[in-house]
Protein backbone atom coordinates (compact mmCIF):
# COMPACT_ATOMS: atom_id res chain seq x y z
CA UNK A 1 0.00 0.00 0.00
CA UNK A 2 1.62 3.20 -0.85
CA UNK A 3 1.05 6.33 1.61
CA UNK A 4 0.98 10.02 0.54
CA UNK A 5 1.36 12.59 3.38
CA UNK A 6 0.58 16.36 2.32
CA UNK A 7 2.26 18.82 4.86
CA UNK A 8 0.76 21.66 3.01
CA UNK A 9 -2.45 23.15 1.11
CA UNK A 10 0.52 24.81 -1.33
CA UNK A 11 1.89 20.87 -1.38
CA UNK A 12 -1.91 19.61 -2.04
CA UNK A 13 -2.31 22.49 -5.24
CA UNK A 14 1.02 21.74 -6.56
CA UNK A 15 0.12 17.85 -6.96
CA UNK A 16 -3.21 18.53 -8.15
CA UNK A 17 -1.81 20.29 -10.92
CA UNK A 18 -3.85 23.79 -10.48
CA UNK A 19 -2.88 27.30 -9.22
CA UNK A 20 -1.84 28.48 -5.95
CA UNK A 21 -4.11 28.59 -3.57
CA UNK A 22 -5.61 32.30 -3.23
CA UNK A 23 -4.12 32.22 0.86
CA UNK A 24 -1.37 30.05 2.07
CA UNK A 25 -3.68 28.48 4.88
CA UNK A 26 -6.93 27.69 3.12
CA UNK A 27 -8.70 26.99 -0.33
CA UNK A 28 -11.74 26.29 -0.92
CA UNK A 29 -12.02 24.01 -4.81
CA UNK A 30 -15.05 22.59 -6.50
CA UNK A 31 -14.07 19.32 -7.77
CA UNK A 32 -15.21 20.68 -11.29
CA UNK A 33 -12.28 22.57 -11.51
CA UNK A 34 -10.29 19.67 -10.52
CA UNK A 35 -8.16 17.18 -13.02
CA UNK A 36 -9.00 13.59 -12.80
CA UNK A 37 -6.38 11.53 -10.52
CA UNK A 38 -6.38 7.90 -10.50
CA UNK A 39 -4.73 5.81 -8.44
CA UNK A 40 -2.96 2.58 -9.65
CA UNK A 41 -3.15 1.12 -5.57
CA UNK A 42 -4.89 1.07 -2.65
CA UNK A 43 -3.28 4.49 -1.31
CA UNK A 44 -3.19 5.66 2.76
CA UNK A 45 -3.95 8.92 2.60
CA UNK A 46 -2.83 12.02 5.24
CA UNK A 47 -3.24 15.65 5.50
CA UNK A 48 -1.61 17.64 8.09
CA UNK A 49 -4.78 20.35 8.34
CA UNK A 50 -8.12 19.92 8.39
CA UNK A 51 -10.56 19.17 5.55
CA UNK A 52 -13.98 19.64 4.75
CA UNK A 53 -15.59 16.99 1.88
CA UNK A 54 -18.97 17.21 0.11
CA UNK A 55 -19.08 14.83 -2.85
CA UNK A 56 -21.64 13.75 -5.34
CA UNK A 57 -21.16 11.16 -7.75
CA UNK A 58 -18.19 9.44 -6.50
CA UNK A 59 -17.08 6.05 -8.44
CA UNK A 60 -14.45 5.40 -5.73
CA UNK A 61 -14.83 3.97 -2.06
CA UNK A 62 -13.05 4.34 0.93
CA UNK A 63 -12.65 2.17 3.96
CA UNK A 64 -12.93 1.87 7.91
CA UNK A 65 -11.92 -1.29 9.30
CA UNK A 66 -14.22 -3.69 7.67
CA UNK A 67 -16.32 -1.55 6.66
CA UNK A 68 -16.83 0.12 2.87
CA UNK A 69 -18.56 3.45 2.14
CA UNK A 70 -19.69 3.94 -1.56
CA UNK A 71 -19.71 7.96 -1.79
CA UNK A 72 -22.53 7.82 -4.78
CA UNK A 73 -24.65 10.10 -3.16
CA UNK A 74 -24.56 13.56 -1.54
CA UNK A 75 -22.30 13.74 1.60
CA UNK A 76 -20.25 15.18 3.62
CA UNK A 77 -16.82 14.25 5.16
CA UNK A 78 -14.85 15.92 8.01
CA UNK A 79 -11.11 15.44 8.95
CA UNK A 80 -8.85 16.30 11.08
CA UNK A 81 -4.92 16.91 11.25
CA UNK A 82 -3.06 14.05 10.25
CA UNK A 83 -6.25 11.57 10.06
CA UNK A 84 -5.66 8.40 7.80
CA UNK A 85 -7.95 7.41 5.20
CA UNK A 86 -7.42 4.47 3.19
CA UNK A 87 -8.42 4.60 -0.61
CA UNK A 88 -9.03 1.97 -2.96
CA UNK A 89 -7.64 1.85 -6.67
CA UNK A 90 -9.53 3.73 -9.00
CA UNK A 91 -10.62 7.25 -10.00
CA UNK A 92 -9.99 9.34 -6.64
CA UNK A 93 -12.48 12.23 -7.20
CA UNK A 94 -16.37 13.17 -7.26
CA UNK A 95 -17.47 14.35 -10.59
CA UNK A 96 -19.14 17.32 -8.62
CA UNK A 97 -18.85 19.01 -4.73
CA UNK A 98 -16.16 20.91 -2.79
CA UNK A 99 -13.61 20.71 -0.93
CA UNK A 100 -12.66 23.10 1.57
CA UNK A 101 -8.74 22.74 3.30
CA UNK A 102 -7.91 24.78 6.58
CA UNK A 103 -4.65 24.74 7.94
CA UNK A 104 -4.46 25.06 12.01
CA UNK A 105 -2.54 27.79 11.66
CA UNK A 106 -5.56 30.05 9.89
CA UNK A 107 -7.27 29.52 13.16
CA UNK A 108 -5.31 30.66 15.23
CA UNK A 109 -6.81 33.73 17.32
CA UNK A 110 -9.77 32.97 16.83
CA UNK A 111 -12.67 31.30 18.90
CA UNK A 112 -13.20 28.75 15.75
CA UNK A 113 -9.58 27.73 16.31
CA UNK A 114 -10.82 25.87 20.01
CA UNK A 115 -14.32 25.12 19.15
CA UNK A 116 -13.60 23.07 15.83
CA UNK A 117 -11.76 20.40 18.19
CA UNK A 118 -15.67 20.33 19.92
CA UNK A 119 -16.88 18.79 16.92
CA UNK A 120 -16.57 14.89 17.05
CA UNK A 121 -17.35 14.14 13.79
CA UNK A 122 -13.67 15.26 12.85
CA UNK A 123 -12.80 12.30 14.18
CA UNK A 124 -15.62 10.13 12.43
CA UNK A 125 -14.10 7.63 10.38
CA UNK A 126 -15.01 7.46 5.97
CA UNK A 127 -17.90 5.51 6.35
CA UNK A 128 -19.66 7.74 9.16
CA UNK A 129 -20.34 10.29 6.80
CA UNK A 130 -23.21 12.95 6.82
CA UNK A 131 -25.70 12.23 4.60
CA UNK A 132 -27.98 14.87 2.90
CA UNK A 133 -31.25 15.60 2.16
CA UNK A 134 -31.97 17.65 -0.99
CA UNK A 135 -32.77 20.30 1.29
CA UNK A 136 -29.75 20.07 3.44
CA UNK A 137 -27.56 19.67 0.27
CA UNK A 138 -28.68 23.34 -1.16
CA UNK A 139 -28.23 24.91 2.67
CA UNK A 140 -24.92 23.71 2.35
CA UNK A 141 -24.15 24.67 -1.34
CA UNK A 142 -25.23 28.37 -0.24
CA UNK A 143 -22.99 28.62 2.31
CA UNK A 144 -20.16 26.90 0.41
CA UNK A 145 -20.77 29.31 -2.45
CA UNK A 146 -20.34 32.48 0.57
CA UNK A 147 -17.30 31.41 1.02
CA UNK A 148 -15.61 30.49 -2.20
CA UNK A 149 -16.87 34.15 -3.04
CA UNK A 150 -15.00 35.43 -0.14
CA UNK A 151 -11.96 33.61 -0.97
CA UNK A 152 -11.85 34.82 -4.72
CA UNK A 153 -11.87 38.52 -3.47
CA UNK A 154 -8.60 40.48 -3.50
CA UNK A 155 -7.46 40.11 0.71
CA UNK A 156 -8.13 42.35 3.40
CA UNK A 157 -7.97 42.75 6.78
CA UNK A 158 -11.89 41.26 6.85
CA UNK A 159 -11.34 38.02 4.62
CA UNK A 160 -10.28 36.17 7.59
CA UNK A 161 -13.25 37.04 9.61
CA UNK A 162 -15.93 37.08 6.78
CA UNK A 163 -14.80 33.34 6.05
CA UNK A 164 -14.33 31.76 9.17
CA UNK A 165 -17.71 33.56 9.68
CA UNK A 166 -19.23 31.59 7.33
CA UNK A 167 -17.29 28.43 8.24
CA UNK A 168 -18.66 28.34 11.74
CA UNK A 169 -22.01 28.69 10.22
CA UNK A 170 -21.56 25.15 8.00
CA UNK A 171 -20.24 23.41 10.79
CA UNK A 172 -23.22 24.41 13.31
CA UNK A 173 -25.30 22.92 10.30
CA UNK A 174 -23.33 20.11 10.00
CA UNK A 175 -23.55 19.33 14.04
CA UNK A 176 -27.70 20.14 13.79
CA UNK A 177 -27.57 17.36 10.73
CA UNK A 178 -26.16 14.68 12.29
CA UNK A 179 -28.10 15.28 15.36
CA UNK A 180 -30.92 14.91 12.73
CA UNK A 181 -29.42 11.65 11.16
CA UNK A 182 -28.78 10.19 14.37
CA UNK A 183 -32.74 10.16 14.95
CA UNK A 184 -33.59 8.93 11.70
CA UNK A 185 -31.22 6.28 12.03
CA UNK A 186 -32.88 5.32 15.66
CA UNK A 187 -33.79 1.50 14.77
CA UNK A 188 -30.30 0.93 13.43
CA UNK A 189 -28.77 2.67 16.76
CA UNK A 190 -31.26 0.61 19.07
CA UNK A 191 -29.71 -2.35 17.47
CA UNK A 192 -26.33 -0.84 17.87
CA UNK A 193 -27.22 -0.47 21.71
CA UNK A 194 -28.37 -3.83 21.73
CA UNK A 195 -24.96 -5.46 20.01
CA UNK A 196 -23.10 -3.58 22.72
CA UNK A 197 -24.33 -4.64 25.78
CA UNK A 198 -24.10 -7.74 24.57
CA UNK A 199 -20.37 -7.72 24.15
CA UNK A 200 -20.61 -5.97 27.21
CA UNK A 201 -21.58 -9.05 29.44
CA UNK A 202 -19.85 -11.22 27.50
CA UNK A 203 -16.51 -9.06 27.90
CA UNK A 204 -17.59 -9.35 31.83
CA UNK A 205 -18.20 -12.94 32.00
CA UNK A 206 -14.95 -14.47 30.16
CA UNK A 207 -13.06 -11.84 29.00
CA UNK A 208 -12.18 -9.52 31.78
CA UNK A 209 -9.38 -12.14 33.52
CA UNK A 210 -7.08 -12.30 30.71
CA UNK A 211 -7.72 -8.77 28.60
CA UNK A 212 -8.19 -6.62 32.34
CA UNK A 213 -10.61 -3.79 32.27
CA UNK A 214 -12.70 -2.90 29.07
CA UNK A 215 -11.93 0.09 26.62
CA UNK A 216 -14.09 1.87 24.11
CA UNK A 217 -11.71 1.44 21.47
CA UNK A 218 -12.02 -1.97 22.01
CA UNK A 219 -16.17 -2.40 21.69
CA UNK A 220 -16.21 0.56 18.66
CA UNK A 221 -13.52 -1.86 17.00
CA UNK A 222 -15.62 -4.87 17.65
CA UNK A 223 -18.29 -3.24 15.81
CA UNK A 224 -16.38 -1.51 13.35
CA UNK A 225 -17.16 2.16 14.07
CA UNK A 226 -14.69 4.65 15.26
CA UNK A 227 -14.56 5.84 18.90
CA UNK A 228 -16.12 9.09 18.92
CA UNK A 229 -18.91 8.54 16.35
CA UNK A 230 -19.67 5.46 18.64
CA UNK A 231 -19.45 7.50 21.66
CA UNK A 232 -21.78 9.98 20.00
CA UNK A 233 -24.50 7.69 19.11
CA UNK A 234 -25.25 6.26 22.36
CA UNK A 235 -24.73 9.63 23.62
CA UNK A 236 -27.99 10.57 21.72
CA UNK A 237 -30.23 7.83 22.66
CA UNK A 238 -29.37 6.96 26.01
CA UNK A 239 -28.03 10.53 27.75
CA UNK A 240 -24.81 7.99 28.10
CA UNK A 241 -21.85 7.99 27.16
CA UNK A 242 -19.91 4.84 25.23
CA UNK A 243 -17.43 5.09 28.66
CA UNK A 244 -20.55 5.77 31.11
CA UNK A 245 -21.71 2.40 29.48
CA UNK A 246 -18.97 0.44 30.87
CA UNK A 247 -18.59 1.93 34.21
Not at 47 to 65: E, G, L, T
Not at 71 to 99: A, C, H, I, K, N
Request: aromatic share 12%; glycine share 4%.
Amino acid sequence: METVHIKSISQCHEMLGIEKPKHPLFSILQFENIPEVSLTERTKLIFDYYQIVFKKDCPNKAQYVQTAYDFDEGVMSYFSPRQVSVLEEGVLFPTSGWVINISPDFLNGYELGTKIKSYGFFEYAANEALILSEDEEKMMENILLQIKKEYQLPIDKFSQDVILSNLELLLTYSNRYYNRQFIIRKPENNSLLSKFEQLLNTYFENEITSLGLPTVQHFASQLHYSDKYFSDVLKQHTDLSAQQHIH
